[in-house]
Antibody, heavy 121, light 110 residues
């Protein structure tokens, strides 16, 4: 069974840092692009970042560029999101998702259960 | 900063057919990029419902169907059931090098 399990969320003060992890199982992790998608409380979905199979290409939504870093460890079947200079507007449930399809027509399937990040003083 | 617009809500009685629109622009749907749809049941993670405009993943009932034309796409749910009550999101790619989601639509079964 394909499974994605996020961890690392919690309460952090504005300006602080947090590192999210996503443990993948049930598929060949190194063969897929991976993504982080977030959802603010009561709001819609927002794509955050993508990373290529070997980590050589990374893309980010403008609002997190320079603050967030996506990375992966294929030996550990793990995806990460290092979040620095956190702001109140970064408060959200962060989902890890596997990317399907090819460039220009990619979708997210499956999704993890999500981990809540709360940025507040 | 959703660039794909959906109606906030749609509703229908059990057994009826409802449709959800997803309107984009020439930089995303109108540029030829495919549209995908997700269902998010209350308190759960999103689930892929339709990919590549009209394809259903294994296990998704054929009551769900998708289509795309010009700068818009649509999701139709026929034979509406109580278990279909959820939030639905469209998603596509934008030429600004980003994945984009729709604003989301809440489906209510009357």
């Amino acid at each position: 069974e394909v499974q994605l399990v996020e961890s690392g969320g919690g309460l952090v003060q504005p300006g602080g840092s947090l590192r999210l992890s996503c443990a993948a199982s049930g598929f060949t992790f190194s063969s897929y692009w991976m993504s982080w998608v977030r959802q603010a409380p009561g709001k819609g979905l927002e794509w955050v970042a993508n990373i290529k199979q070997d980590g050589s290409e990374k893309y980010y939504v403008d609002s997190v560029k320079g603050r967030f870093t996506i990375s992966r460890d294929n030996a550990k079947n793990s995806l990460y999101l290092q979040m620095n200079s956190l702001r109140a507007e970064d408060t959200a449930v962060y989902y890890c998702a596997r990317v399907g399809g090819i460039t220009g027509t990619t979708w997210f399937d499956p999704w993890g259960q999500g981990t809540l990040v709360t940025v507040s003083s | 900063q959703s660039v794909l617009t959906q109606p906030p809500s749609v509703s229908g009685a059990p057994g009826q057919r409802v449709t959800i629109s997803c309107t984009g622009s020439s930089s995303n749907i109108g540029a030829g990029y495919d549209v995908h749809w997700y269902q998010q049941l209350p308190g759960t993670a999103p689930k892929l419902l339709i990919y590549g405009n009209s394809n259903r993943p294994s296990g998704v009932p054929d009551r769900f169907s998708g289509s795309k034309s010009g700068t818009s796409a649509s999701l139709a749910i026929s034979g509406l059931q109580a278990e279909d009550e959820a939030d639905y999101y469209c998603q596509s790619y934008d030429s600004s090098l980003s994945e984009v989601f729709g604003t989301g639509t809440k489906v209510t079964v009357l």
